[in-house]
C-alpha cells in the first residue's frame, strides 16, 4: 500500500546561492544543534522569522484596535477588565 504524505510535510527542492559565511554559519548552526543536515537548520530559521513576523502582525492589529477606540470605549473596557481581576483573581 502506498504511504500518503500529508501536504504539510510535503517539500520543495530548491538551490540558492548563498555567501561562504552564510554557508559557515549555517554549517555551525548545524553542528551546534547536532541536526540531521543544513536544511532542517535553514528551516527552523525560516520558521521563526515567520512566527515573529505574525506576531508582530497581531500585536500591531491589537494595537491599532485599542488605538482606534473612543473614550467611552475604552472606559467600558477598562471597566470589564476591573470585573474580571477582582472576580475571577487568578485565572489567566
Known amino acids: 500500500m502506498p504511504t500518503l504524505v500529508k501536504r504539510a510535510e510535503r517539500k520543495a527542492k530548491k538551490s540558492y ?8 554559519f ?20 525560516l520558521q521563526a522569522v515567520r512566527r515573529r513576523q505574525e506576531q508582530a502582525r497581531v500585536e500591531q492589529s491589537v494595537s491599532h ?7 467611552e470605549e475604552t472606559a467600558e473596557l477598562a471597566k470589564w477588565a476591573e470585573f474580571a481581576s477582582r472576580d475571577f483573581p487568578g485565572e489567566p
Open 17 to 24: 546561492t548563498l555567501s561562504s559565511e552564510s554557508v559557515a
Open 26 to 45: 549555517l554549517e555551525i548552526m548545524r553542528r551546534k544543534r547536532r541536526a540531521t543536515s543544513v536544511s532542517s537548520v535553514l528551516e527552523e530559521i
Open 65 to 71: 484596535y485599542y488605538s482606534s477606540l473612543s473614550g
